[in-house]
């Protein structure tokens, strides 16, 4: 596999910064552990963007991105992606209150069997926020969302949003947020989580979701900062993986192939969850964060299918350590635990639970060199992210970083 990335940045004048990324890949996926283990999937993915950003304290804010994609997707014969964005954010000051717009655009392409279909999403939004009483932050605002894809699937929708923040000084700060959404997903980013979903998919999935959220937070100290929030989200067209019934092409399939999935619609789901993150700096040069997740996503009364959402795990962790003791040396370590989780949609059948652990050393040579190595799964743990797919063990890597 090979993963090239540039980056630069560039202060044309004093406050007025530009910027411009590239990054090329070239990935082999291979079905680990199943009953085509013989085969594997190839994705070479080039996606570049750049823009602009001008900020005067206390005045305004302002940024310009623009990018594009192209990609080849091979598995049983090539499937072709490309596409472009372009977002930008203003944010104005006005003595103690804030006014807020953004604007989204992307369209995607892709082309299988000689044929190219397209998505194009669009959001645009505004929010206002007032500084009331010294300690209370209120903001108020809407957002308009506008989808078409090629299969003649269309929707625009506008949705209030409102949230406040609530200096309780000693006692830490409250936060609420009320933000419906529509959320467009596309292919390409589906086959980031799920790299063995059929290419037959439909290029895009949009969906509805009412999310609430709120919670406390509260620096300690100036080395101890504790955060506990709660989700609760309401989701119409919400997508799950599911084994496909679908015959890749060029096959002749005289039974389902075993670990294909697609992704299937149609669902309305609720989800509640509450977490709890501490940030902690117990000694200069040490850095921690400690994420916990506990979940609960179920499909509504009124879904066509009951129970949990297959894939989804009940508890999730994260943990990231940094530490640097000097001379240019970085040394990372990451984990991520993932609780149980069913692979069906009758909830008989359980994933066992896992922890993956990376750990990444990085040394900067001088101002302009930088190199790295990094071990991916260190504990070399036997776990399934997907069912029937045994995932790789100990993976190594290195990379050198130039900045001119």
């Not at 879904?303 to 040394?331: A, C, Q």
């Not at 045994?390 to 993976?395: A, K, Q």
């Given at each position: 596999?090979?993963?090239?990335?540039?980056?630069?940045?560039?202060?044309?004048?004093?406050g007025?910064?530009s910027?411009?990324?590239?990054?090329?890949?070239?990935?082999?996926?291979?079905?680990?552990?199943?009953?085509i283990?013989?085969?594997?999937?190839?994705?070479?993915?080039?996606?570049?963007?750049?823009?602009?950003?001008f900020?005067k304290?206390?005045?305004?804010?302002?940024?310009?991105n623009?990018?594009?994609?192209?990609?080849?997707l091979k598995?049983?014969?090539?499937?072709?992606?490309?596409g472009?964005?372009?977002?930008?954010?203003?944010?104005?000051?006005?003595?103690k209150?804030?006014?807020?717009?953004?604007?989204?655009?992307?369209?995607?392409y892709?082309?299988?069997?000689?044929?190219?279909e397209?998505?194009?999403?669009?959001?645009?939004?505004?929010?206002?926020?007032?500084?009331?009483?010294?300690?209370?932050?209120?903001?108020?605002?809407?957002?308009?969302?506008?989808?078409k894809?090629?299969?003649?699937?269309?929707?625009?929708?506008?949705?209030?949003?409102?949230?406040?923040?609530?200096?309780?000084?000693?006692?830490?700060?409250?936060?609420?947020?009320?933000?419906?959404?529509?959320?467009?997903?596309?292919?390409?980013?589906?086959l980031?989580?799920?790299?063995y979903?059929?290419y037959?998919?439909?290029?895009?999935?949009?969906?509805?979701?009412i999310?609430?959220?709120?919670?406390?937070?509260?620096?300690?100290?100036?080395?101890?900062?504790?955060?506990?929030?709660?989700?609760?989200r309401?989701?119409?067209?919400?997508g799950?993986?599911?084994?496909?019934?679908?015959?890749?092409?060029?096959?002749?399939?005289?039974?389902?192939?075993?670990?294909?999935?697609?992704?299937?619609?149609?669902?309305?789901?609720?989800?509640?969850?509450?977490?709890?993150?501490?940030y902690?700096?117990?000694v200069?040069?040490l850095?921690?964060?400690?994420?916990?997740?506990?979940?609960?996503?179920?499909?509504?009364?009124d879904?066509?299918?009951?129970?949990?959402?297959?894939?989804?795990?009940?508890?999730?962790?994260?943990?990231?350590?940094?530490?640097?003791?000097?001379?240019?040396?970085?040394?990372?370590?990451?984990?991520?635990?993932?609780?149980?989780?069913?692979?069906?949609?009758?909830?008989?059948?359980?994933?066992?639970?896992?922890?993956?652990?990376?750990?990444?050393?990085?040394?900067?040579?001088?101002?302009?060199?930088?190199?790295?190595?990094?071990?991916y799964?260190?504990?070399?743990?036997?776990?399934?992210?997907?069912?029937?797919?045994?995932?790789?063990?100990?993976i190594?890597?290195?990379?050198?970083?130039?900045?001119?």
């Amino acid at each position: 596999n090979t993963n090239i990335f540039v980056s630069g940045r560039k202060e044309i004048s004093e406050g007025l910064i530009s910027h411009i990324d590239g990054n090329f890949k070239n990935l082999d996926y291979k079905f680990y552990g199943s009953d085509i283990s013989s085969q594997k999937r190839t994705r070479i993915f080039l996606e570049g963007n750049g823009g602009i950003e001008f900020k005067k304290l206390n005045k305004i804010n302002f940024s310009l991105n623009t990018g594009a994609k192209i990609g080849n997707l091979k598995d049983y014969g090539k499937v072709k992606e490309s596409g472009f964005f372009v977002n930008s954010e203003l944010k104005g000051y006005l003595g103690k209150h804030i006014i807020k717009g953004e604007v989204v655009f992307k369209k995607d392409y892709l082309n299988r069997d000689n044929k190219t279909e397209n998505l194009q999403y669009f959001n645009g939004g505004i929010g206002l926020s007032f500084l009331l009483l010294k300690d209370f932050l209120f903001r108020f605002g809407g957002n308009f969302y506008s989808y078409k894809n090629s299969d003649a699937t269309t929707g625009s929708k506008f949705y209030p949003n409102a949230g406040f923040n609530l200096n309780l000084k000693k006692a830490g700060e409250l936060f609420f947020n009320f933000n419906p959404r529509i959320s467009s997903t596309s292919l390409s980013t589906m086959l980031q989580n799920n790299k063995y979903l059929v290419y037959n998919t439909p290029i895009s999935f949009e969906d509805e979701r009412i999310c609430i959220n709120g919670g406390w937070r509260k620096t300690v100290s100036r080395n101890l900062t504790i955060e506990l929030s709660g989700n609760y989200r309401t989701i119409e067209n919400f997508g799950i993986y599911r084994l496909s019934d679908r015959c890749p092409e060029g096959e002749s399939c005289i039974i389902s192939p075993r670990g294909r999935w697609e992704k299937y619609y149609n669902s309305k789901v609720n989800a509640t969850e509450f977490k709890c993150s501490v940030y902690f700096n117990p000694v200069q040069y040490l850095f921690l964060w400690f994420t916990t997740l506990y979940r609960k996503i179920d499909f509504a009364t009124d879904s066509n299918i009951k129970g949990n959402v297959p894939y989804i795990p009940d508890v999730e962790g994260d943990i990231l350590m940094i530490f640097y003791p000097g001379r240019g040396w970085e040394i990372r370590f990451d984990g991520t635990f993932m609780g149980k989780r069913y692979f069906d949609l009758n909830n008989m059948a359980e994933l066992k639970q896992f922890f993956i652990g990376n750990f990444c050393i990085n040394k900067k040579i001088n101002k302009n060199l930088e190199f790295s190595v990094s071990f991916y799964n260190i504990f070399n743990q036997k776990y399934y992210y997907w069912d029937g797919y045994l995932e790789p063990d100990l993976i190594s890597a290195g990379g050198i970083k130039y900045y001119w």
